[in-house]
């Protein structure tokens, strides 16, 4: 398989609700809301019980929200073993599926599966995670993903060292996306921005924000403005 086809960092900055935050009883209305307030894509936060101490999502909520957004959906497998799943969540419309590098033995073998399934191929790194665990896999992903808390819930606390690993990220690759995920909101986005971050995953500070998705959604590109 070729390298990852050549990609420009984004220039636009993406901001992406991540639904783990919002009132599951009402999850079209609160996707088709993010839509209308400007999201870039939406992120399923898939949670096994084991790779992190909470159950949350499987495939048939991702054909949920296809079923209520024409935006990208990018599935965050934080599972062990996701390669048993992916051809699962992408079936279900995931038109991306990131894996986290600790959860299996085999990251090129799925990684090529993924993209030989047709979706786009992410990796994550967990706050412990060195950046050089991500050297090799790095020219057949289209995007990085600095978890920024360590993940299992929302409304975690940003941790405070993520922009200097943001920069190392970004010092191996110029055009590699590199999104963050875990406490990013108005306070913490510009910094993540400035390291090099251009896609941002948002649960709380949108689907928590008291003035409604849309505004939580806007206070984030404000603040970056
Ligand atoms: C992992 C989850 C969260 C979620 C965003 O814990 O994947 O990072 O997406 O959480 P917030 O934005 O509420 O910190």
């Known amino acids: 398989m070729a390298d990852r086809p050549s990609r420009r ?6 901001v992406v609700p991540s639904i783990l935050s919002a009132d599951a009883g009402r999850l079209a209305d609160q996707v088709a809301e993010a839509e209308r307030g400007g999201a870039d894509r939406i992120q399923v936060d898939v949670m096994d019980g084991h790779f992190v101490p909470n159950l949350t999502f499987g495939p048939v909520v991702v054909e949920a929200v296809r079923r209520s957004t024409r935006l990208p959906i990018e599935a965050h497998l934080m599972v062990e073993r996701p390669e048993l799943f992916l ?3 992408v079936k279900a419309g995931a038109t991306l599926i990131e894996v986290q590098v600790e959860a299996t033995t085999s990251l090129y073998r799925t990684v090529q599966t993924i ?12 706050p412990g995670t060195s950046v050089e665990d991500l050297r090799e896999i790095l020219p057949y992903v289209e995007l990085v993903n600095v978890m920024t808390v360590e993940p299992g819930f929302g409304g975690q606390k940003f941790i405070p060292h ?9 010092a191996l690759s110029k055009d590699i996306e590199i999104e963050v995920d875990g406490g990013i909101d108005a306070r913490t ?16 500070s949108v689907y928590g924000y008291k003035g409604g998705i849309a505004a939580g959604i806007k206070a984030i590109r404000d603040a970056l403005d």
């Open 9 to 14: 960092a984004s220039v636009k900055v993406e």
């Open 87 to 89: 051809e699962a969540f």
């Open 115 to 126: 993209r030989e399934l047709g979706a786009g191929a992410g990796v994550a790194i967990n």
């Open 162 to 170: 993520s922009p200097e690993k943001i920069r190392r990220v970004r």
């Open 189 to 204: 986005a510009p910094l993540v921005v400035a390291a090099g971050a251009t896609v941002l995953v948002a649960g709380n």
